[in-house]
Structure formats: structure tokens, C-alpha cells
């Protein structure tokens, strides 16, 4: 039986990869290069290392990636403070369904911890979480399945009696290597059909997980 729900943040819980997308937009356009929406797309699901590797790959081996990162992430971080941070529909009747279930919860996200906690705190969700990680706190990012696996110990439950939600093909090909049982609910894209058809359900907003929890794997 489910024990265990573990959530992904951008994208997921929070419209925040609209906010991302905008922000690497203006920064990188601003550094000289010709930012797309496909580049943007193929970070998402990406903890910070592998990012910035993307940024060579785009725009040449001598672009102060780690310097882009950072100027994108501070954008990022001023519209959030100018705009609040997104919630996504139904997040809240989710986070509901799930504590009254008495489930475990964790938030494994490829943002930094303190990133995921501030959200948190600015939305007043804090509480309805058990523990938080970030990609950078393991040894491999999405998409493998450290992360999950990683939650999954400290809560001593088996990944099997586990449900990850993710929006993205990056978050939900982790979750499989993992073999943990997985909803997708799109967000800027639909994850590739191979994908859709190992998920326990691909979902367009979070109310429609509500039914699905009490599904065993």
C-alpha cells in the first residue's frame, strides 16, 4: 500500500518554470547569445551541473556558465519576490487528500535546498512536507533515481509503496530507473509516449491525482 508521496517543485507544485524560462530569456539574450524555448525545455528535470554543461554545448567552451547560471537564477529569484511564487491548480486540495491519508512527503527537487524552503515558507506550505532534498545533495541528479531512492531510505519504505509526481520527462525517466510508481502532470511539455505508457497515469492538473491515491502500484 502507499506509504509515501514524493513531489518534484518546478513545474510540478509551482508554475516556477514559466518564471525560469522568462528569466534565462532575458539574461542570456542580455549576454550576447540567441536563447530558444527548445534549449530552455531540455534543462528542465536538470540539477545545476549539468545545466551549466548544456550552456557549453549551446553557446561554446569558453561561456562563463556557472556566471550565466547564477544571473539567471537571480532574475528568477526577483520576479518571484516582485510577483510571488505560482502555485499550481489543485496543489493545495492535493496536499489536503494526502495529509489526511497520513502519508509521508518529501519535495526532491533539482533546486537548492534553500530555494525549495523559501518557496515553501512565501506559500505557507512548510508543514504539510516531511523532509526536503535537492538533486545536489546526491551523488546524480535527475534522471536517475538517487534522489528517490535516497527519501525512500530515510523513510525506511520501499520504492514500491512510493508515488513520485513530475512534470517533466526528466523527473518521471528517474522515477522509472527507480522502479517507483509515477504520475506525470505536463507542464511547458508532454513527456515522449514511451514514458506516458510506464506512468500509473499522465494527469492535467493536480485535483486528478486525488482518486489515484489509493491505487496500489
Partial sequence: MLELV???????????????????????????????????????????????????????EDTDAEGIYKKVG??????IKEEGVPEKNGLRELLNAVKEKKLHTAVASGSDTSVIKEYLEKTGLTEYFDMVLSSKDVKRGKPYPDIFLEICQKFDVKPEETLVLEDSSNGVQAALAGNLPVINVPDLLPIPEEQQ?????????????????????
Fill in 6 to 60: 514524493i513531489f518534484d517543485m518546478d513545474g510540478l507544485m509551482f508554475a516556477t518554470e514559466q518564471v525560469n524560462c522568462r528569466a534565462f530569456m532575458e539574461v542570456v539574450k542580455e549576454e550576447g547569445y540567441h536563447p530558444t524555448f527548445e534549449q530552455f525545455t531540455s534543462f528542465l528535470g536538470m540539477n545545476a551541473r549539468d545545466i551549466q554543461k548544456k550552456y557549453y554545448d549551446y553557446y561554446g
Fill in 74 to 79: 537571480s532574475r528568477a529569484k526577483q520576479i
Fill in 197 to 217: 505508457e510506464k506512468c500509473v497515469a499522465v494527469v492535467s492538473d493536480l485535483v486528478q491525482v486525488i482518486p489515484l491515491l489509493d491505487l496500489k502500484k
